[in-house]
Every structure is written in C-alpha cells, then in structure tokens.
C-alpha cells in the first residue's frame, strides 16, 4: 500500500511537531485497515479533542472530529445506527481517561464493535503539556511543576476489567507489534483496544530529561516487558520494577458484542 | 384510517416521532420525560430502530449526532439536568449541520429543583445555551395532539435546517392523558443529500449543504472546529469564520417568517395574550369564558426563532400579556420587538396560571 | 359540561389507573373529551396517591382540577390530604372499609376493599369496584363505554374478575339509592 491512498495529502503537512510518536501510530493503524482489505467507504474514523484526534482529518475515509472525551459515545451511535460501518476511534490519554473516562467504560462494558486506539504520551500535548491521568507519580508537566502526585491509570486494566473483548499495549518503538495488535483488534468483534505509548518530546520529554525523540524510543524499548515474561517473573517470586511497561496481548476473549449485525 | 387514542403525552411524543421514521433514540432517563425512553425502548426494536440507553445525557446527545450521519433520523428526550449537560455537544451538532430532534420536557430549576413539576424556564437555554453564536429552531406543544404533531414535525424541520430541533415541552402536556388522533401518515420531508460536485459544506441557495451520509463514499470530514467549505479545520482565518457563523444563523434566521407557526384568536383585539406550552390552556380557558372581542390570544407553536412579524397582525392591541411558567424569558424577546405594552405574568412552582388570575388582569387593562 | 373528578388513594391500589380508565371510556366509547393528570411524588407505593380526570363534551381547555364535582376516595390519608376541604355540592364516593372519615357533602359509602377481598378473592380489583360504583351513581361515562375501557386497561386472564368487580360497583352504588 502506499499512504498516499489513505492520506488526504491535500492537509499536508499535518499539525504534528517533529518527532511525535502519533504519526507511527497512523501508520500503523493504515496499515492495519488495508491489510484487513476494507474499503475507504465503509470505514469511519472518529475521535475526540486533541493532537491524536486530529488524525482522522488527514485521513480520505468518513470521519467525525467530536467534542472533548466524547468520541466513544459519538461512535456508539455510528455504530449502533449502521452496523455495516466499520468504526475505529482515534484518542489520547487525557481525552480518553479523563473527561472521557466514563464513556471509555461503559464502552468497554457494552462491548459494543469498535476498535479504539488511544496514543498516550502521558500529557494534554495540544494544550502546551498539562499533568493527565496517564503521567507518572513524580513526572514534571506545567500543571505538576513539584512532579506528579497523584496514581497514573492503567488503561488496559481498566479496558479489561470493564469488560473489552479484546485489549493490547505497545508502543511506539514496536511498529509491527502493534500494527498485528490493531489488526487483531479490527478483525475481533466487540470493543477492541489498543494503547499505544508514544513520544512527545516537546512537552513531556523536554521536561522530564527525555529531551532527544530518540531517548523516549530508547526508554520505551529499554522499560517494555512482555505480558508474558511479567507473569513468568511474578510467578518466581520475582519483583518487576514500577517503571516497566508491560506490552503484549492483555485480554483476548469472546463475550457478546453490541453493534454487531445479526 | 386515522384513529382516536387517550394517550400521555410523553408517549404521543414518541409515536409522533415513530411516524415520522425516526430510528434512533439514545437517551438517559430523567423525570419527567422518561416516559419517552421507555416507549421508545418498547417500540423501536420493531421497526428496525435502535433504542440505547447511554451512560449519561452528554453520551445521550452525542450517540444521536452519530446516528444522524448514517442518514437516520435520531432523538434524544430530557429534562433540565440532562438538558444543561447536552448543551456542549448542542453546539458540536449546530457546528457540523447535524439534523437531531431533542424533547425536553421541562421542569422546575435551578439545579435538581421540582423534578415533577412544570416550568419553562430553559427557553432561553435551549436558543443560547451553549457557546457562541448560533441559531436553532423550537416548538412548544400546548396539547397531547401536538405532542405527536409538532415533534414529527421537528424532524422535517432538523432535516430541512440541518440543525438540532427542540420540542420544548413542560411537565403538565408530558404528563398528562387526553384524546390523540393519530393520522394515517404524517408528512416526512427528505434530508437534501450532498450534490454531485459539490463540496461537503458549500451551501445552496437556502444557505443549507446537501448532507453527505457515512458510508456512501462521500469520504467527508466532519469537525467542530471551524472549517472551510471542504469541511477541513480552518480555526485562524477571521474570514471564514465569520462566515461559517454568519450563514449558521442567516439559515434559521432568514426563514422565521416563513416557518413561523401559531393560532392567531382577535386579531383586532385591544389586550392580546402570547402564550406557548401549556399556559395556552389556562388563556384559552379565559378566551371561552369571558368571550370578548377586544381580547386575542397568538399562541406560539414555533417558539424560535421569534417571529416578530407575527407582532404586526395585531393591529390594535394596545397590550400585550405574556403569561409563562419561568419570570419572563420569552416576554423578554417580545419586549425587544415592540413599543407597545408587555406585561409578563411569572408563574414559578410547578402550577398553571389560573384562569381567574388572567381574566382578573385583563378585566383590570379593558 | 365540564365534570371534575378527583381520586385519592394509597400508592398501588390502583388509583392512577382508575382515572386513566374513565377518562379513556370518554374519549375512546363516549365521544367525549377528557383530560387526565396526576400527583408525582417520589413514592412507587404507599402515601397518598391522587390523580384527576375532568370530561367534557366540548374540548377540555384548562387541564387541572380545581374544584372536583366528584371524589372518589379510598384511603384515609387520602381523604384527609385530597377530600377533607370537598365543597358542598360536591359527591364523594368513599371507600367504606377504608377510610372512617366523611364528608360535609353528599357520600356515598362503598365497602369496595371488603367485597373485592370477601366476594372476589382479590383486594387489588377495589378500584375497578369503585369506578363501577362512580359509573353507576353519577353516570360521567355509560357503562358500555366504561366496560369496555376497562377490558382496555387491565392484564390479560383479569377480564372477568375485573368486570366483576365493575358489577359489582354497579350493584352496590345501585344499593345507596342516592341518586
């Protein structure tokens, strides 16, 4: 496939600072839905507010670009109105968590058909680098200028426990991990989510002593864990430091799903 | 054949919609519009409709607004907590053009207030309450047969308008049971579907864009930020702002006299009642009983955009007497239009004006 | 002519009900007019329940009650909160098993819980007993129209115990002799 295709090359160059992650998330995503043979007309994006919800608006399929922490709900309604549709919601960490958290759960719980992909660079990156729900206990953002105090939310937990049928975490340094993983979401259905950690070296990295693009990839490809191995550690007896992130599959299941032509 | 049902009007706003092939309801419940919810739950799964009760009101409005852009007529129905909770995504759906019936059957406020009583107080909500300029259109039924009427109604109106409809009820014509004559079919207008050629929100002549439905190829991008014809982001440009915003409201605005609706009673009357909702009924009581002609009555079907013209058939009258169940919201907007008397009657709590109060009062201004 | 008629009760005896199937067999059977309302309080069950019907032969303009013609009370709570300050030219029909107070104006005593429970079995049919007995003294609705709002309104297999019931009001108000 070429991007062009898929891309509205007509908005280029897009709003995206150099070095985000976003953009290898879109890649991944477009390669994903081509892999899966869909065609432009029967897929919709939508999204909510933020740098990862500007993404369907370069992209050539239906989109909806929706109010702040709503896109979940937005795309119930797509979905639930015309089942045919094929409904991927593009979200980030601040959008999907915290004004959004409770449409993200009741999401979850409906199971309802949607492959959700939150890029979560742990800060509001749009609005000049604001603490999220996502930003590690001591991490520095304009809004926690002492370090964060407060817990970040696990998403996937969260995402599990509340019921998706289908939830992976990976980042921006594993391009064909998660592009299978967003694929493997697509094809599943019921809810289906997909977090992908990403850089933004210009306000979370440049504040918290990951100022090069490359050195956020590298913490992201040195702290990764497999879900796998994290269990095989746990199950030793062995302690798996705070600051790993664990990567992998982390639900995979077949409960009913809502929005799914009968 | 048309038949004769007792129904609630809670539910002959349901069946008003039904007929008019909306598909979708996606709501939360409240009192006192439940009612609405639960029949339309009961209802719409036979006719291949979807009925989803939504996490909250914000998820209720935004649910709608997505399934209006696979082309399905879609509502919602609230109160004022709910009402005050969809007014963001209000905005998004005035934004990107979205057609979508909302019902609030009003309650007494501020806050959680007389969650079983009758008010109007969100008249002024439902034309101003979310951010920057904007223009919708409102009903207010005054009986269990508008219920039905005016919400089928409401749907031609979104899909004529492209905008959110507000059918503004209260407690009193929600709740209460009276005869209904339910027609064989009610007139469904189409929604104009996006030309061959033309760009997703390049207007035409009645200032309004053809609609491009999701899933047809129209391959269109739909934002609330503001955007140019193409319907790509353009949020700096001061021109094509004002622009966009401009022809937002030009589209309500330009038609006020033409969609205009109301009973007109005396035109030729010297004290002349404006009512909407349900003090109609108490004027319409006091209109039987004292039989004058020097008292007339103009009974707002369409609430937004106020008609002013409507003032002017009214050439006599020396006063005008506006009864509501708020402290004046809509006697405000007639005061701004006219030189002649207007006297607001402010009716909080829950109750009807009563109908000797008003005779009183014009009795008084003869 | 315009008819007010008020019911009060307790929560579940069906009050609500009552004046939805009067005001049904005016509109529906007696090409009458008919508006029916009601009191909402956050009780599903229990307190005082009140609910209104006003008939007419000509459209009902004001939709509430303000001076019932007619009571129909069938708890004690209920007279006292909605039936106490009945004007003198009123009816009220009481339940006589159930409330011990009695109006100033005309009363008409129906033992409707007794006889639903003693002569039919079923305590929850008083207030199809009540309407019969409404039906029959003050003649607001026929009958024709009133049975067949009834076999309206009521769950499927309750028919005849509920037409019953309504004889059963018909016969006892028949009984008064205050017509």
């Not at chain 2, 009007?9 to 598909?23: I, V």
Request: hydrophobic content about 40%.
């Amino acid at each position: 496939m070429t991007f062009d295709e898929w891309l509205r090359v007509d908005r280029l160059p897009h709003i995206y600072c150099a070095g985000c992650g976003n953009g290898t998330v879109i890649n991944c995503t477009l390669s994903a839905v081509d892999q899966m043979g869909w065609k432009k007309e029967e897929i919709v994006f939508v999204s909510g507010i933020g740098c990862s919800s500007r993404a369907p608006g370069y992209i050539v399929t239906d989109s909806l670009h929706t109010t702040h922490g709503r896109a979940i709900a937005f795309a119930t309604g797509i979905k639930m109105a015309n089942p045919d549709l094929k409904v991927v919601v593009f979200t980030g960490d601040g959008d999907l968590a915290a004004i959004g958290g409770n449409h993200f759960i009741h999401g979850c719980r409906r199971n309802i058909d949607l492959t959700v992909i939150c890029m979560n660079n742990m800060i509001y990156g749009m609005t000049g680098g604001q603490g999220s729900p996502t930003t590690p206990r001591g991490a520095l953002s304009t809004t926690t200028p002492y370090g964060s105090s407060e817990a970040a939310f696990d998403l996937c937990g969260l995402a599990a426990a509340a019921g998706a049928n289908y939830v992976a975490r990976y980042t921006s340094y594993h391009v064909k991990e998660l592009t299978l993983a967003i694929r493997t979401g697509l094809g599943n259905p019921g809810f289906s989510f997909i977090e992908a950690l990403v850089q933004c070296p210009t306000n979370y990295g440049r504040r918290n002593k990951l100022r090069q693009v490359s050195d956020q990839i590298e913490y992201f490809k040195s702290h990764a864990i497999l879900a796998q191995k994290a269990e095989r550690m746990r199950e030793e007896g062995k302690k798996i430091p705070d600051d790993m992130i664990i990567i992998g599959e982390l639900a995979r299941r077949n409960r009913p799903a809502l929005g799914v032509r009968k | 054949m048309s038949r004769i049902d007792f129904m609630q009007g809670n539910t002959a706003c349901a069946e008003g919609a039904l007929a008019a092939g909306c598909r979708f309801f996606g709501g939360y419940p409240i009192t006192p519009s439940t009612e609405i919810a639960e029949h339309m739950a009961a209802k719409l799964p036979k006719v291949g409709g979807v009925f989803i009760q939504m996490e909250d009101e914000i998820a209720g409005i935004a649910s709608v607004i997505g399934a209006s852009w696979t082309g399905a007529r879609a509502m919602t129905a609230t109160s004022g907590p709910g009402f005050s909770l969809m007014m963001e995504n209000i905005g998004f759906a005035v934004m990107t053009e979205t057609p979508c019936v909302v019902v609030n059957i009003q309650r007494g406020g501020p806050s959680t207030g007389q969650p079983t009583m009758a008010a109007q107080g969100d008249m002024l909500q439902c034309r101003f309450g979310s951010h920057g300029d904007y223009s919708i259109i409102a009903l207010s039924p005054a009986s269990v047969q508008e219920m039905y009427d005016l919400t089928a109604e409401a749907f031609n109106l979104a899909d004529r308008f492209r905008i959110p409809v507000f059918v503004m009820a209260d407690e009193i014509i929600g709740h209460m049971r009276e005869r209904l004559m339910i027609p064989d079919s009610v007139h469904r207008g189409e929604r104009k579907l996006l030309g061959k050629g033309n760009l997703p929100y390049q207007a035409d002549d009645d200032l309004v864009p053809g609609f491009p439905v999701f899933g047809k190829g129209y391959g269109v991008h739909v934002t609330g930020l503001t955007h140019d014809e193409r319907g790509y982001p353009c949020a700096t440009s001061p021109s094509v702002h004002e622009c966009l915003v401009k022809r937002l409201v030009d589209k309500v605005e330009s038609a006020r006299d033409s969609i205009a609706s109301c009973d007109i009673v005396n035109p030729d009357a010297r004290v002349v009642f404006i009512s909407y909702g349900a003090p109609s009924r108490a004027v319409e009581q006091v209109l039987h009983d004292i039989h004058n002609d020097n008292v007339g009555h103009l009974r707002l079907k369409l609430v937004w955009p106020f008609a002013e013209s409507l003032l002017s058939r009214f050439s006599n009258a020396e006063t005008f007497i506006v009864p509501e169940l708020n402290m004046g919201q809509m006697a405000r907007e007639i005061k701004r239009h006219t030189n002649r008397r207007v006297i607001p009657v402010p009716k909080l709590g829950g109750a009807l004006h009563d109908p000797f109060d008003l005779a009183a009062l014009v009795e008084e201004l003869l | 002519m315009r008819t007010e008629i008020r019911f009060s009760g307790f929560g579940g005896q069906g009050i609500i009900l009552a004046a939805v199937i009067v005001g049904r067999a005016a509109v529906m059977y007696d090409a009458k007019y008919a508006v029916q309302t009601q009191v909402y309080g956050p009780e599903a069950r229990g307190g005082a329940s009140m609910s209104a019907v006003i008939i007419d032969d000509e459209p009902v303009l004001f939709p509430k009650v303000t001076s019932p013609d007619v009571y129909v009370i069938m708890s004690q709570e209920g007279f006292e909160k909605y039936g106490v300050s009945a004007g003198e030219r009123a009816v009220m029909l009481v339940d006589s098993s159930l409330v011990q107070s009695r109006p100033g104006c005309r009363c008409i005593e129906i033992p409707a819980t007794k006889v639903a429970r003693e002569a039919l079995g079923r305590d929850i049919v008083a207030n199809i007993i009540m309407i019969g007995a409404l039906v029959a003294a003050t003649g607001v609705v026929s009958r024709e129209a009133i049975e067949k709002a009834i076999l309206d309104s009521v769950p499927k297999g309750t028919e005849e115990l509920n037409l019953k019931a309504m004889r059963k009001g018909f016969e006892l108000a028949g009984q008064v002799k205050c017509e």
